[in-house]
C-alpha cells in the first residue's frame, strides 16, 4: 500500500461524492461566478479593459475563498462526522488524508477558476496581454499556495461552528489587503506594507503580471517563489497539527513552533519579497 | 494470548473511564464486553484500537502496541466503530473500492459481500440503506482486509429485531470460520447467544468474567419450578430439598430453588411413593440477565470493594 495511492483513492471518493451533490456543485462552480457578475457589470460597467484589470483580483478572490471556506470546512466537517475516525482505524497514514483533500481541493478549484474564466472571456471578451500559458502556472503556483494553507485552518478549527470564525481571521485581511477587491496603489502605504506580508498580494501581483502587463514567465519567479514558500510552511503546518479527532488535543508546543514558522516566512517575505508593480497607479 | 491487558487505566479529565483492568484474551470465537453506559467498554476497545492513550498500565494485541504499532496492528484488526460515517454520495461498490486502495491485500469484494449478505446492493448509494444494510456495510469495510481479529463496538446498537438477527448470523458464521470477534453490546440476550465468553464492566472495572453458563451457575439467582399434580400432594419433601413454596399459578405450584436437580430428585422419589401423579413440569434457569442485574445491582458494591482489594494486594 502506498501513500499515493491511498491518497488519490481518497481524492477520487471526494471528487465523486462532490459531482453528486448539488449543493457542493453550486458553491465549487456557480457561487464564485457572483464575484464576476458584481464585479463585471457593476464595477467594470461590462467594458473589456476593465474587466481585464479587475480579472487577476477576482481569480485571486475565487482561490482564496474556495480554499478557506470550501475546502477547509470540508476537512473540519469530516473530522467532526467521525469520517477520519474511520479511515484512522486502517493502515492509512495522515498524510495521506491530507493529499487526498489537497488533490481533491485542486482538481476542484482548477475547474472553477476555468469555468470563471471561460464564462469572463465569453460575456465581457475581455483581452488577455499575456500567454495562457503563465497564466496557468500562476493559477497553478496559486493553488499550491492555497490549498495547503485553507487545509491548515481545516487541521486546527476543532468543529463546524468555530473554525468559520477562524477563516475570517484569515481570509478577509487577504481579500482587502491584497488589492483582490480593491486596488493596491489606492492603500494607504502603511496598509501596503502589511499587504506585503500577504500570499494573496503575491497571487494578485503575478496575475497582473501574466494577464495585464504581459510578461515574460522570468518576472512571474518573484511571485510564484513567495506563493510556493507559503505553500511548503502550509504543508508543514499540516504535517505538524493535523488531528484525526475534533477531541484531540492541539499540540501546544508543536502550534507554537508552527506560528513561529508561520512567523519567519513572513519577516523573509517582507525582506526579500518582490517589488509590487501594483503598488503603482497605472499610468505612473 | 491475542490481547493482554494489565492494570490499564484511562482518565478523562479526572474521571475514571477505566479503572485498572487486566484481561487476557486468547484467539477463537467471540467475547463479548458487556455493561451499561460509561462502564468503560468503548474506551477499552478504543484503546486496543490504537485511537486512545492509556493513562496508565499496559494493552497488547498481537504483542504490538496499540500506538507505537498501529500501522502494523491495523493490518491485522478489523475495526466497526460504535458511530459509523460512511460517505453518503458513494455507492456500496465505491466506498469498498476506497477501503480496498488502503490496504495492501483485500479479498474480492464480490466475497465480502457476499459474507454480509449485501450482493446484488453493489450500485446503491449509502445514503439510500437502511440501517441495518449500513452497519452491515461497516462490517463489510471491517472484513475487507481479511483480518485475523475482529473488533466491533455495538454492532447492533439502535437495529430493529430482524437486522440484528442479520447481524448475529454474520457474527455467528465469522467465529465458525475462526475469527476472533470481540464486541461490545448492551445486549444480554446478543451475549449470551454469540459469546462463548462474557466480560461484565461496571464503572471502569471487570466484574464478572465466564462463559455465559459459567456465570449463571456462579450467581445466587434462583431458579423457579412450577409443577402440577393430580391426587394427594405434600411438598414437604420438596421444601426439605430446599424449594421454597410461592404459591400457586393456576393448577400449577410454584418454587423458588438454589438447587434444582436436588428438588427434582425429591419430587421423583415424592412421586414414586405415590404422593401423586405428575401432569406438567416446568422450570426457568436464571438467565445471563439475572446474572447481569445481580453483578449490576445489589453486587456491584461489592464488586468494586473485591477489585479495591485485589489492586491494593497487587499493588
Known amino acids: ?284 | 494470548m491475542l490481547i493482554e491487558i494489565e492494570k490499564l487505566v484511562k482518565e478523562y479529565e479526572g474521571q475514571r473511564a477505566l479503572a485498572g483492568v487486566d484481561l487476557a484474551i486468547a484467539a477463537g470465537g467471540t467475547v463479548g464486553l458487556l455493561g451499561p453506559n460509561g462502564a468503560g467498554k468503548t474506551t477499552l476497545v478504543e484503546i486496543l484500537e490504537g485511537l486512545r492513550e492509556p493513562t496508565s498500565g499496559r494493552a497488547a494485541v498481537f504483542g504490538l502496541d496499540p500506538r507505537r504499532d498501529a500501522k502494523a496492528l491495523r493490518l491485522r484488526i478489523g475495526v466497526q466503530l460504535q458511530a459509523t460515517a460512511l460517505p453518503q454520495e458513494l455507492r456500496i461498490s465505491e466506498v469498498l473500492r476506497l477501503y480496498a486502495a488502503l490496504y495492501p491485500r483485500t479479498l474480492a469484494p464480490r466475497k465480502v459481500l457476499e459474507q454480509v449478505e449485501l450482493t446484488g446492493k453493489e450500485r446503491a448509494l449509502v445514503r439510500t440503506l437502511s440501517g441495518g444494510e449500513r452497519q452491515r456495510l461497516s462490517l463489510a469495510l471491517a472484513l475487507l482486509h481479511d483480518p485475523e481479529l475482529l473488533i466491533l463496538d455495538e454492532p447492533t446498537a439502535a437495529l430493529d429485531p430482524v437486522a440484528r438477527r442479520g447481524v448475529h448470523a454474520i457474527v455467528e458464521r465469522l467465529a465458525a470460520a475462526g475469527k476472533t470477534v470481540l464486541l461490545t453490546t448492551h445486549y444480554i440476550e446478543e451475549a449470551e447467544k454469540l459469546c462463548k465468553r462474557v466480560i461484565l464492566l461496571r464503572q471502569g472495572r471487570v466484574v464478572a468474567d465466564g462463559s455465559p453458563f459459567e456465570l449463571i451457575g456462579r450467581a445466587a439467582g434462583l431458579s423457579t419450578l412450577w409443577i402440577e399434580v393430580e391426587g394427594p400432594f405434600d411438598a414437604t419433601p420438596l421444601e426439605a430439598a430446599g424449594a421454597v413454596a410461592q404459591g400457586r399459578e393456576g393448577r400449577h405450584l410454584r418454587f423458588s430453588v438454589a438447587d434444582p436437580g436436588a428438588v427434582v430428585v425429591a419430587l421423583g422419589d415424592l412421586l414414586r411413593a405415590g404422593g401423586g401423579k405428575l401432569v406438567d413440569l416446568r422450570m426457568r434457569r436464571p438467565t445471563l440477565e439475572d446474572v447481569y442485574l445481580e453483578w449490576m445491582g445489589e453486587n456491584a458494591q461489592d464488586g468494586d470493594q473485591e477489585n479495591q482489594e485485589k489492586e491494593e494486594k497487587s499493588a
Open chain 1, 1 to 284: 500500500m502506498s501513500v499515493v495511492r491511498s491518497s488519490l483513492a481518497l481524492a477520487r471518493s471526494y471528487l465523486i461524492e462532490n459531482s453528486r451533490s448539488r449543493a457542493a456543485i453550486f458553491w465549487t462552480l456557480a457561487f464564485p461566478q457572483l464575484f464576476l457578475f458584481v464585479f463585471g457589470f457593476i464595477f467594470a460597467e461590462g467594458k473589456p479593459e476593465k474587466v481585464a484589470y479587475m480579472m487577476p483580483g477576482l481569480l485571486t478572490l475565487t482561490t482564496i475563498t474556495s480554499a478557506f471556506f470550501g475546502y477547509s470546512m470540508r476537512l473540519v466537517a469530516e473530522r467532526e462526522r467521525g469520517a477520519l475516525r474511520r479511515l484512522r482505524v486502517t493502515p492509512t497514514p495522515a498524510g495521506a488524508v491530507v493529499a487526498g483533500h489537497m488533490v481533491h481541493a485542486m482538481a476542484n478549484l482548477s475547474a472553477a477558476l476555468l469555468f470563471q474564466l471561460g464564462l469572463a472571456l465569453a460575456i465581457f471578451r475581455f483581452p488577455i496581454h499575456g500567454s495562457l500559458g503563465n497564466l496557468a502556472l500562476m493559477l497553478f503556483a496559486g493553488e499550491l499556495a492555497f490549498v495547503p494553507l485553507g487545509l491548515f485552518v481545516g487541521c486546527i478549527g476543532r468543529d463546524t461552528r468555530s473554525a468559520p470564525a477562524l477563516t475570517n481571521l484569515i481570509v478577509f485581511p487577504q481579500m482587502f489587503l491584497s488589492g483582490a477587491a480593491m486596488p493596491f496603489f489606492l492603500l494607504p502605504a502603511w496598509v501596503q506594507q502589511l499587504g506585503r506580508l500577504l500570499p494573496a498580494t503575491y497571487l494578485n501581483e503575478g496575475l497582473q503580471r501574466a494577464m495585464i502587463a504581459g510578461l515574460p514567465t522570468a518576472a512571474l519567479a518573484g511571485p510564484i517563489a513567495v506563493l510556493l514558500l507559503f505553500g511548503v510552511i502550509g504543508l508543514v503546518l499540516n504535517s505538524m497539527l493535523f488531528r484525526w479527532e475534533s477531541s484531540d488535543p492541539l499540540p501546544g508546543g508543536r502550534l507554537a513552533a508552527g506560528l513561529m514558522l508561520l512567523a519567519l516566512a513572513l519577516g523573509a517575505v517582507a525582506i526579500w519579497g518582490p517589488a509590487l508593480s501594483m503598488a503603482v497607479a497605472p499610468g505612473r
